[in-house]
């Protein structure tokens, strides 16, 4: 049995994936039914197929819109906000799926530097991770509130 990961999106980018595969499918259509030919129809037929798939593949394993529970623990589906202790300034931002999600605030997934170091911290926990540079920062977390809760104080 495989373990699929599981991953969060927000309604507006479900709805926004959707649209974008039912483009990408007609396109491909249609260009089969054109009989475009020749390598550079070839190539872009096919970056069009891996992108239906990409597509296709996180639709089948999203969590749409539920938010994660209200518990201040860092985790997909949040707004996370951390102050960098270097400079003492804060962000806030939606741990998500960078690329797929576009909001008025900065997306970092868990597989970033800082995504995977935030994630599964509790309010006031400091942790570290190391840049691309090399250089190591440490931030400590100052609130995780879910999606749906941040979207709401913000209207």
């Keep these: 049995m495989t373990n699929t990961v599981r991953a969060w999106i927000s309604p507006e980018a479900h709805e926004r994936l959707h649209r974008d595969l039912a483009t990408l499918r007609e396109l491909c259509s ?14 872009i037929q096919r970056a069009r197929r891996r992108r239906i798939q990409q597509i296709h593949d996180l639709l089948i394993n999203a969590v749409v819109g539920e938010d994660p529970p209200d518990d201040g623990i860092a985790e997909p589906g949040m707004v996370v906000t951390v102050r960098y202790e270097d400079t003492g300034e804060t962000e806030s931002f939606l741990l998500g799926l960078r690329g797929v999600e576009h909001s008025d605030m900065e997306v970092y997934s868990t597989e970033s530097p800082l995504g995977s170091a935030i994630l599964g911290a509790r309010t006031g926990e400091r942790r570290s991770f190391t840049l691309p540079s090399g250089a190591e920062l440490s931030v400590t977390m100052l609130t995780a509130v879910p999606y749906g809760l941040h979207n709401a104080d913000a209207r």
């Design 30 to 43: 249609t260009a089969t039914e054109g009989g475009e030919s020749g390598e550079n129809a070839t190539a």
